[in-house]
């Protein structure tokens, strides 16, 4: 699903409910929408509230993170860097709203070994990852829209050489990522830039 099909289809699921939605037969992404938060999240609207967890086989299901996400990226773009420009194609184009299985078709014949994931357990994960960001953070954000932090740490993960243990420090502390990566696509920033170009940031 796009962006905009998959947003309305998480906020018309039933409330405590555990629902599946997306399945390539090893691994599977399942949503729940819990009807009560804890008190540390008072600043959540509750009606757009929802939690993301991933099953593996017959393990039991689990909350992934943006970390598994990141990393797994980092490893195909460290194993193979030839590819990171189709890396951060598909997963920008997933961030300005395209269906996933779509935005990694130019991905599907690259071999890599290096993952935690596959690739399209990776992508629907990123965009849940985005929407989420986008309706649940309940605090002002530096970022418009919010997903802009976890995309630009998307964006950090696959581009940058540096060290993983580098950029996960800094993720760890909360640093939002580095400007460079975020500021065209920022709508509180001075340099946001509607007409920028695909891959902006690596010029």
């Known amino acids: 699903m796009k962006y905009d099909d998959m947003l309305n289809f998480v906020l018309k699921l039933p409330f405590d409910t555990m629902t599946e939605v997306y399945n390539n037969s090893e691994q599977s992404i399942l949503i729940f929408r819990p009807s009560t938060l804890p008190k540390r999240f008072k600043d959540y609207d509750v009606n757009k509230n929802f939690q993301i967890f991933l099953k593996i086989r017959d393990e039991k299901p689990f909350r992934p993170n943006h970390l598994r996400l990141l990393i797994d990226l980092k490893l195909r773009a460290r194993e193979l860097p030839q ?27 690259i071999h890599f070994t290096q993952y935690i994931n596959p690739i399209d357990i990776t992508a629907v994960l990123a965009q ?16 418009n829209p919010p997903a802009l932090y976890i995309h630009g740490w998307i964006r950090t993960f696959i581009a940058s050489d540096q060290e993983i243990d580098q950029i996960i420090y800094r993720i760890c502390r909360n640093t939002p990522p580095a400007v460079k990566y975020t500021c065209h696509d920022n709508k509180n920033h001075s340099k946001y830039n509607p007409d920028a170009k695909l891959l902006w940031y690596l010029n």
């Open 83 to 109: 590819y990171k420009e189709k890396l951060l194609v598909a997963f920008d184009k997933i961030f300005y709203g395209d269906e996933p299985l779509d935005a990694i078709q130019s991905l599907d014949n």
């Open 128 to 143: 849940l990852f985005i929407i989420e960001q986008n309706i649940g953070y309940g605090n002002k954000s530096t970022f």
